[in-house]
């Protein structure tokens, strides 16, 4: 069964516990009862649940952060995830309810901090799926850009992974392979290599895949890890 049949169907026994199993509760109610009735699926199903209504939750309220909805945004939280007909009035209950304000986003942002605090990677694409649903409407407001820092911060990430995420997203020379890198031009070859090796081994999709994340999140990876690859490779040519 797909992960939305999951959460809408209550096919998978779990116990989210924190806000957003409370939100799940407020919305499922009789079908949450029959999930904690039913076994265990182990720890990736909770985790890929988690995940799933974290990101509604924080799509719906960062799309609503500067003060109205478009219908581009929504359009572009359901290009995030591939929903199927049958799921879409479900799922768009769960976004209807999340995005009533752009107040009280933070818990639910330490509870995946703390539920990914191992792996970074579904963090950053996260926060990456944020960034493609802001940049729907055309623009990224100023009070966006506030919203997706403080969830980066939340999550733990520093200056200048938060420089590299929102320059790679948004930022006039998202372009620039040095960027992408996160690194220097005055860098030398070595540190260069060394930022791009870790980037490829916290970037890299079987990370995702071994987490039980949406198939969604996986083919991101995928265009992330390209575009890493591709800068580095732009380096290299341009050092030559």
Same mark, same amino acid.
């Given at each position: 069964m #797909? +992960?939305?049949g999951k959460i809408v169907g209550g096919a998978a026994g779990f116990a989210? &516990? &924190? /806000?957003i199993g409370a939100f799940v509760g407020a919305m499922a109610g009789h079908a949450v009862d029959r999930m904690r009735s039913e076994p265990e699926e182990g720890g990736d199903s909770t985790k890929q649940i988690t995940f799933t209504i974290g990101v509604i939750v924080l799509g719906a309220k960062m799309a609503k952060a500067d003060g109205v909805?478009?219908?581009d945004e929504v359009a572009a939280f359901k290009q995030v995830f591939r929903i199927p007909p049958e799921e879409m009035k479900n799922v768009g209950r769960l976004f209807d309810r999340a995005r009533q304000d752009a107040e009280g986003? %933070? /818990?639910?942002?330490h509870q995946i901090s703390r539920t990914f605090k191992d792996n970074p990677a579904v963090l950053e694409e996260l926060l990456n799926g944020l960034f493609h649903i802001a940049k729907a409407d055309g623009t990224v407001s100023s009070e966006e850009v506030v919203f997706l820092q403080r969830i980066a911060e939340i999550f733990g990430? #520093? %200056? +200048?992974q938060w420089d590299r995420l929102h320059a790679s997203n948004v930022g006039p020379d998202k372009c620039d392979p040095y960027r992408i890198l996160g690194v220097q031009r005055s860098d030398d070859d070595k540190v260069i290599k060394a930022a791009h090796r870790k980037l490829v081994i916290e970037?890299? /999709?079987d990370k995702l895949v071994a987490q039980g994340m949406p198939q969604e999140f996986v083919d991101l990876a995928n265009e992330k890890l390209a575009a890493i690859n591709a800068a580095y490779d732009q380096i290299k040519q341009l050092r030559s």
């Open positions: #797909s +992960i939305w989210l &516990g &924190g /806000p909805v478009t219908k986003f %933070e /818990p639910y942002a990430f #520093s %200056e +200048i970037n890299h /999709p």
